[in-house]
Each structure stands twice: as C-alpha cells, then as structure tokens.
C-alpha cells in the first residue's frame, strides 16, 4: 500500500449514499475503510469492509484500528450512518429514542474520538457529518423531532469541532441534504416527495456526493453546514 494515499472512513456505507461515497472516494484513489451493521464484503483491495454497529464503542474502534492497521493512516471520516423515525412526538416509543441516541449520537461521538485521536497525530485531517435539512425548516407533514434532537447535536458539534481544532489542521464541515432519492423510499412516493422541494424534485445521491466531494477539496472551509435540499431551508 502507498504510504502517502488518503485514507477516507465512511460509516452507513452498505448502500445509498454511503455506497456511493465509497466509490466516489476510490475515484479520488483514496483507500476506504467501510462500516454499516450488515455489510458485504468487498472485491477492492482498496476498501476495508468492518462490519457492526457503530453506536458500539467498540465497533467504532474497531473501524479505526483496523484502518489504521491497513493502510497506516486516517484523513477524513464522513459519519454518513443515521435512523430517520418520523412519528408525531407522543407516538415515539423508548425503543425508537434508544435507536436514534445509539447510531445518530453516539456512533458518531465513538467513531469520531478514534478517528481525529489519529488525525492529531499528524495535525491534518477532515470529518463531514451527515445531518438534515429539517433542522432549519421543520415541517408539520414530517414530525421528526427525534432527528432534529440527535443530528441538530451533531450540527452544533460541527461547528464546536471546527473552532476546537481550527488551529490543528483539521477541519469539521456538515452536510444537511432534503429529501434523496435512496432505496428507502418506493418509486410511488416520489411526486410527492419532489413537491416538498421549492426546485419540485427530490436530491440525486450524486448531489450529496457532490457536496461532500467539494469539501474535501475546500481547504479554507471549516464549521459549515452546506444545505443541499432544493432550497427547503431557504423557505417554502
């Protein structure tokens, strides 16, 4: 293994975005270390499949160990994995909170401990959180206040990163898509799905990947949150 290639960590990477972020990084020819609970392994000697439950303290360092023992080093960690429950607030049940707290708030605290343990080592290093851009428009059609309780910690975590580290090469940015066209959602929701979107179409997964893409390569931008929802967040 080259001893100066990238080396990109993406959790929730099984299918969806995550899986497309995971191709997108090995067209940028970084290796990629690979997580979701259930994922396949992969032809690519080029990815590190470590499969688990990030919200386990354990399978997160797990993931960063075995990357590290790999390809000897971590530059970026994209904390894509997320539960998305929308239910009115008195119809959240404790199993539901628990599942949102574990892989929304606390896989993305674990993993992202190990990773930028490594990152300051060589004082470099970039970590994209995948958020949601209910967090600045909330929508009476889509009660979620689970997610904005979870991934709007994870917003402001960004920003509060961003300053702590701002000083040691290593930057935190978010990215807080609308609604994507992602398995998870039947082909016969779509026309509704796309008319909650001022631009009246739902995001490609190319779109997310295409704002992650770009700040990566975005050395001067740090505690951002890049909106990339068809303009939802800018008004309806």
């Known amino acids: 293994m080259a001893a100066n290639q990238k080396v990109a960590v993406i959790t929730g990477a099984s299918q969806g975005m995550g899986a497309e972020l995971v191709k997108a990084y090995r ?24 499969p688990g439950d990030i919200g386990d303290r354990s399978v997160a360092e797990r993931v960063i160990a075995q990357g590290v023992a790999r390809f000897g080093r971590i530059d970026t960690l994209i904390n894509n ?6 239910k009115p607030f008195t119809q959240y049940t404790v199993e ?9 708030l606390a896989g993305f ?10 990152m300051e080592k060589k004082n470099y290093g970039h970590v994209v959180n995948i958020t949601t851009s209910l967090l600045k428009h ?13 991934k709007g910690g994870v917003d402001a975590a960004t920003r509060s990163l961003a300053i702590e580290y701002a000083k040691r090469g290593i930057r935190f940015n978010a990215v807080a898509p609308g609604i ?15 008319g909650l979107h001022p631009v009246n179409r739902m995001g490609e997964m190319s779109d997310i990947v295409d704002a992650v893409l770009f700040l990566e390569k975005a050395g001067f931008v740090t505690g951002e949150t890049l909106h990339v929802d068809g303009g939802q967040s800018a008004g309806h």
């Open 109 to 118: 605290f674990h993993v992202s401990q190990f990773a930028i343990a490594e």
């Open 96 to 104: 539901d909170f628990s599942a949102l707290i574990s892989t929304n």
């Open 138 to 150: 909330a929508n009476s059609n889509v009660p979620s206040v689970l997610a904005s309780l979870t």
């Open 81 to 86: 994995a997320g539960i998305f429950i929308a």
């Open 27 to 50: 067209n940028l020819n970084y290796f990629v270390v690979a997580n979701s609970r259930s994922i396949g392994a992969s032809s690519d000697d080029g990815v590190l499949v470590v």
């Open 180 to 194: 994507i066209k992602t398995p998870m959602h039947p082909a016969q929701t779509h026309a509704a799905l796309a």
